[in-house]
């Protein structure tokens, strides 16, 4: 994915909050600003839910084996 350049401006006590908080989860402010935005617009929740449908589809037949095709709501 290609990357863009943004600038923009905050106040000192943001940016040095935003490198510390960056520093205490190992990753550059350019990443934590990124993920940031990714949870506000909801792509972090909308990846793991496309990767957890996924999941579920490829291994139905194991659970529906392991535990039934009965579940709540279902029959």
Avoid: C, P, W
């Avoid at 905050?10 to 940031?36: C, F, P, Q």
């Avoid at 291994?59 to 029959?75: D, I, L, N």
């Amino acid at each position: 994915m290609a990357k863009t350049q943004l600038n923009v401006r905050v106040d000192e006590g943001t940016a040095r909050a935003a490198r510390e908080r960056a520093l205490a989860r190992g990753m550059s402010v350019n990443r934590y600003i990124e993920e940031l935005v990714k949870q506000d617009t909801g792509e972090v929740g909308h990846t793991f839910v496309e990767a957890a449908s996924d999941f579920m589809k490829q291994y139905e037949s194991v659970f529906a084996e392991e535990f039934g095709t009965e579940r709540e709501g279902r029959r």
